[in-house]
């Protein structure tokens, strides 16, 4: 899901190819710079291409970012007010800004510091929080509460978990061990386990194992099961029966978008209070009584860096 800018915020900004590509602008409590390449076109002005870019923000909103000194090239110049309504557009410049979210809802629960080492932090996320900042989510997020409570301006997840799923989720402290800890899940090395509650049928065997290929499904926050070759896996099997719940275990192999929810569904065992799946519920005021009941329970891996076996688990329970 992307901003109200358009982008995905808070975490490194990539090396886009552009000139000096090696300037990133600093963290600011906590919030990191947004970025935009500004492509050859037909823009009058360097403000006028911000506009149309970002229709979601007032042409205004950028002169006050400017004005504050919050919009930079990629050379470390602040774009002014003046500057911006100048012609011609320069084409092939990165812009950095600093994205805001009026009136952004503060989430009532706590992120739970489980481990923290010189390399790696382990956070145990409560349900309704996001990772990262994106769309309606800003400073109500893991990524930027960690930041400010720690001071640490590099912290980036190694991998994401729902906003609507609670559990465990890994940060990165160290640009130099990154890329080794991102590949334990690139390549499948970490065995991921997680609970949920849904629907008991007592016309299904267990354990079964799940295998389909997920796509997007039109809309951005859907995804779909549709026929060919299988990119998703997940090991199913069960755990509790209260009545007609149940709380079953789910191993992924694989990583793919909403694949813990789909291949539930596919049984026939919608996750209870999903509010995707197997319809999409209209959006309006969040209900903290009605959590998604699934929870990213239990995280097992060789650490690349000291090579010690690592087993965290949640200290969050589902609830029937």
Not at 38 to 57: I, K, M, Q, Y
Not at 83 to 108: D, M
């Amino acid at each position: 899901m992307r901003g109200f800018d358009g982008r995905i915020q808070g975490i490194p900004v990539p090396n886009i190819g552009m000139s000096n590509a090696g300037f990133v602008p600093p963290t600011r409590n906590g919030i990191g710079p947004s970025c935009v390449g500004v492509p050859a076109g037909s823009w009058p002005t360097l403000l006028d291409f911000l506009t149309e870019r970002f229709p979601n923000v007032a042409r205004q909103t950028w002169l006050e970012r400017m004005a504050r000194g919050d919009v930079q090239d990629d050379c470390g110049h602040r774009v002014s007010p003046e500057t911006a309504s100048l012609p011609p557009c320069p084409a092939h410049t990165r812009l950095f800004y600093y994205r805001e979210v009026p009136n952004e809802p503060v989430i009532p629960f706590d992120e739970v510091l489980l481990f923290e080492d010189a390399h790696l932090i382990v956070v145990d996320k409560p349900h309704f929080l996001p990772v990262v900042p994106s769309g309606a989510y800003l400073n109500q997020t893991v990524l930027v509460r960690l930041k400010r409570r720690l001071g640490l301006d590099h912290l980036v997840p190694i991998h994401r978990i729902d906003r609507d799923t609670a559990g465990l989720v890994l940060f990165s402290k160290q640009p130099a061990s990154r890329a080794a800890y991102c590949a334990l899940f690139s390549q499948h090395q970490v065995q991921k386990t997680y609970e949920a509650i849904a629907p008991w049928r007592a016309d299904l065997s267990w354990p079964q194992t799940r295998s389909s290929r997920i796509r997007e499904a039109g809309h951005f926050m859907l995804q779909q099961e549709v026929p060919g070759t299988p990119n998703a896996i997940t090991h199913i099997d069960l755990l509790e029966i209260r009545g007609q719940l149940a709380r079953y275990q789910l191993r992924p192999v694989t990583g793919q978008r909403h694949q813990l929810r789909l291949h539930m569904l596919a049984l026939g065992l919608p996750l209870l209070h999903d509010g995707l799946y197997p319809h999409l519920t209209p959006q309006g005021p969040v209900d903290y009584a009605r959590p998604l009941q699934l929870l990213a329970k239990e995280l097992v891996f060789v650490d690349p860096v000291c090579q010690q076996a690592r087993r965290f688990v949640s200290q969050r329970s589902l609830l029937f």
